[in-house]
T-cell receptor, first 114, second 113 residues
Framework: AQSVTQPDIHITVSEGASLELRCNYSYGATPYLFWYVQSPGQGLQLLLKYFSGDTLVQGIKGFEAEFKRSQSSFNLRKPSVHWSDAAEYFCAVAPRSGSYQLTFGKGTKLSVIP | DADVTQTPRNRITKTGKRIMLECSQTKGHDRMYWYRQDPGLGLQLIYYSFDVKDINKGEISDGYSVSRQAQAKFSLSLESAIPNQTALYFC????????????FGPGTRLLVL
């Protein structure tokens, strides 16, 4: 069965520092890959997605993610974190064919120190 | 996303009561989903619907039922609420194209006493 692992439950970074959130997946074939962000009291907003092509994907709010097939990873990065980036981040995968289900990781909560 | 609305936004109910959570979308999408979110567990799929006549169980459907009244409306019911159904519930939509990107509503926070 497919699974998504986000090994870091909580990360704290200083404002202006770089950020990397890890995501690994277990799947029979390369799935569609997504990162969502959930701000406090809000729904989930799509940051970026990977379907095919360039393995470095640019998203909104200055985020990017890199797909590495050999490592089954899709890590999210941002070169300089802003206080408004404090939120919970979810990695998710979906199959490329068959019955569609989006499988989420358990999330990484990001705190930003001024 | 304002295109996906959920009502109510907050609800307190008692054990054994029947409640309904409603979701409406103006995105024109065929596919709609219901998830629950529990702290530390991420989101889990309850039910999904690919069109009005196509409804499927997700990974945690026990204790829940759904109704797809129209393309734009997808309701989730708890027939007899229990305390461990206390959670944050999200509705989502996607189109039937290749993108498979899901768009989420703001959520309904449910407390079962």
């Amino acid at each position: 069965a497919q699974s998504v692992t986000q090994p870091d439950i909580h990360i704290t970074v200083s404002e202006g520092a770089s950020l990397e959130l890890r995501c690994n997946y277990s799947y029979g074939a390369t799935p569609y890959l997504f990162w969502y962000v959930q701000s406090p009291g809000q729904g989930l907003q799509l940051l970026l997605k990977y379907f095919s092509g360039d393995t470095l994907v640019q998203g909104i709010k200055g985020f990017e993610a890199e797909f590495k097939r050999s490592q089954s990873s899709f890590n999210l990065r941002k070169p300089s974190v802003h206080w408004s980036d404090a939120a919970e981040y979810f990695c998710a995968v979906a199959p490329r064919s068959g019955s569609y289900q989006l499988t989420f990781g358990k999330g990484t909560k990001l705190s930003v120190i001024p | 996303d304002a295109d996906v609305t959920q009502t109510p936004r907050n609800r307190i109910t008692k054990t054994g009561k029947r409640i309904m959570l409603e979701c409406s979308q103006t995105k024109g999408h065929d596919r709609m989903y219901w998830y629950r979110q529990d702290p530390g567990l991420g989101l889990q799929l309850i039910y999904y619907s690919f069109d009005v006549k196509d409804i499927n169980k997700g990974e945690i459907s026990d204790g829940y039922s759904v109704s797809r009244q129209a393309q734009a409306k997808f309701s989730l019911s708890l027939e007899s609420a229990i305390p461990n159904q206390t959670a944050l519930y999200f509705c989502a939509t996607s189109d039937s194209g290749v993108s498979e990107t899901q768009y989420f509503g703001p959520g309904t926070r449910l407390l079962v006493l």
